[in-house]
């Protein structure tokens, strides 16, 4: 008997209610471990769109915007509390939608009830200034929801992404419609329950599933949208912000990097390798913020590249639902493709794999690839340059402190960077150096809510998570208040 039944969700999320959407269309969801598909979701459209955009525009001029602040707040950590209840449910969607393990998955549903309770914690402590400009005048900022915040994320890490957004968006009392990823949209409506189940208020939260080139497209133009947070490639974010330049909405993008992973010689060799095993392998490599440029001090080179193969070959690749399993198959059959045409250009670049490169032995059915090292490739090859977002970590030795940073730098991108060293002069040099959003010292890329994260360059625009990402979300209004008792001056009167 399969364990999994087959999911179909009919309808969509909008104002309160569930609504079939006007094509009638439903798009399938394929099991990556299977290959077989396990649900439908409703194939919204523009005018779906728009219904639910009606219905966040008519809650944040209703009840919504005049809910204290505190209030906002225990709704939010309401829903943590459900999501948390619900994480191994939810884990599993997850793990069948995008064939991410149940050991990621189960703990980044935990994860984003941390972040919907972080900034359900926060929302009645966002408050503007008093500014002493000059006597007799009283000067404050209120810092006011921008609006309605079209939300779309990708597929790779979807329920961590729409706690991304919706915590900082409802803590500062904006509404949101979320479009999920075609591919991954099965949680996203599992979430639009609980936030039922909590008792947020119709049409502050909605979802709509749809492609990218028509619900999303959709979105971005709607003019009844005044803010987009995306989370996804760049190519979509440049199509977006066009979107977005009528009428000027506001806008926070990250698109993905290329993120540079430096070994110094001096460094904690076993704890560095381990780790930039894990960062760039994890999720199947399909994490915006892997690492998956290591940057190797030549001393060290040989036994760094040694050691890290061992490592590698100790990874079990396998079905999301074991729970054995390490790293699960590619989330689709296009994402296999272009990591596989990837790996043939490093060969053709000149590369050479030193493990990996073909489909793991035991597994003939799912989207499967054995993670991949390279070397032999400069940084101006394509492999070192472009984004796989698969399995595939390019090695590449430095002499000194001045090319590393220099290579670690020569990338459109700048997300995340990481050094490891056991020299503190070094440690902060570097640092402050390396063009990315967030730079790790003797560890790779921690995420926390408390942690801001966004790009430099190409990555991105904005920034997700900590109180900087209540800044994205909030209008500052200034209000100056004359309280001065002698005659007002005329500028006209002579
Ligand atoms: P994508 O940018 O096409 O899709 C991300 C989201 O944007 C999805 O919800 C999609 O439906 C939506 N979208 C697509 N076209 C749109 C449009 N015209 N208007 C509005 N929304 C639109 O990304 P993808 O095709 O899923 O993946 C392609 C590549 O993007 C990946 O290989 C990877 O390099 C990168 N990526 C990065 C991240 C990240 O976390 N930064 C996540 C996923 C993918």
């Excluded at 309401?78 to 189960?106: F, H, I, M, Q, Y």
């Excluded at 987009?228 to 993905?256: D, P, W």
């Excluded at 200034?478 to 009167?493: G, I, M, Q, S």
């Amino acid at each position: 008997m399969n364990p999994h039944p087959f999911v179909r969700e009919d309808r969509f999320f909008a104002g309160g209610e569930w609504l079939a959407p006007a094509s009638g269309a439903h798009l399938e969801s394929i099991d990556p471990s299977t290959e077989e598909v396990w649900a439908t979701v409703p194939d919204g459209d523009a005018t779906d769109v728009g219904t639910a955009v009606t219905a966040a525009r008519s809650a944040l001029d209703g009840p919504w915007s005049r809910l204290a602040p505190t209030r906002r707040g225990r709704l939010l950590t309401d829903l943590a509390a459900l999501v948390e209840r619900d994480a191994a449910r939810l884990g599993e969607l997850e793990s069948r939608d995008n064939g991410k393990p149940l050991r990621d998955t189960v703990g980044e549903v935990k994860r984003a009830a941390e972040w919907l309770r972080y900034y359900g914690g926060a929302a009645d402590k966002i408050q503007g200034d008093v500014i002493p400009f000059r006597d007799q005048a009283h000067a404050y900022t209120r810092l006011e929801p921008v609006g309605v915040v079209g939300a779309i994320t990708p597929w790779n890490s979807p329920i961590s992404l729409y706690s991304w957004k919706l915590g900082p968006a409802l803590a500062t009392g904006n509404t949101v419609v979320l479009k999920p990823a075609e591919s991954t949209s099965v949680s996203a409506l599992a979430l639009a329950r609980l936030v039922e189940e909590a008792g947020i208020p119709a049409g502050v939260v909605n979802v709509v599933p749809g492609r990218g080139a028509t619900a999303g497209d959709a979105l971005t133009a709607h003019p009844g949208v005044d803010k987009v947070s995306f989370t996804g490639s760049y190519g979509t974010a440049q199509r977006i912000m066009r979107n977005a330049a009528n009428g000027l909405k506001h806008v926070s993008f990250e698109c993905g990097g290329k993120s540079p992973h430096l070994v110094f010689a001096d460094a904690d060799l076993d704890r560095a390798v381990a780790v930039a095993t894990h960062s760039a392998f994890r999720s199947t490599g399909q994490s915006c913020s892997c690492g998956s440029r290591l940057l190797v001090q030549r001393t060290v080179y040989d036994e760094v590249l040694a050691a890290l193969v061992a490592r590698t070959s100790r990874i079990r690749v396998g079905p999301a639902l074991d729970p054995a399993t390490h790293i699960g198959p590619h989330t689709s059959a296009g994402q296999l493709a272009k990591t596989r045409a990837y790996i043939q250009l490093g060969l053709d670049e000149g590369g050479r794999v030193v493990t990996g490169g073909g489909r793991p032995a035991g597994l003939e059915r799912g989207f499967y690839i054995e993670p991949t090292i390279f070397e032999g490739l400069g940084n101006g090859s394509r492999l070192a340059q472009e984004e796989v977002f698969g399995p595939v970590l390019t090695v590449i030795p430095f002499d000194t402190e001045d090319e590393a940073v220099a290579i670690a730098n020569d990338t459109t991108y700048g997300l995340v960077g990481g050094l490891w060293t056991s020299d503190i002069g070094r440690a902060h040099r570097v640092s402050a150096r390396m063009q990315a959003g967030l730079v790790s010292v003797n560890t790779f890329r921690p995420t926390h809510w408390m942690l801001p994260y966004g790009g430099y360059k190409q990555s991105g625009l904005g920034r997700e998570n900590g109180f900087d990402a209540l800044r994205e979300y909030v209008e500052v209004k200034t209000v100056v208040v004359d309280y001065a008792d002698e005659e007002p001056t005329d500028p006209f009167a002579h």
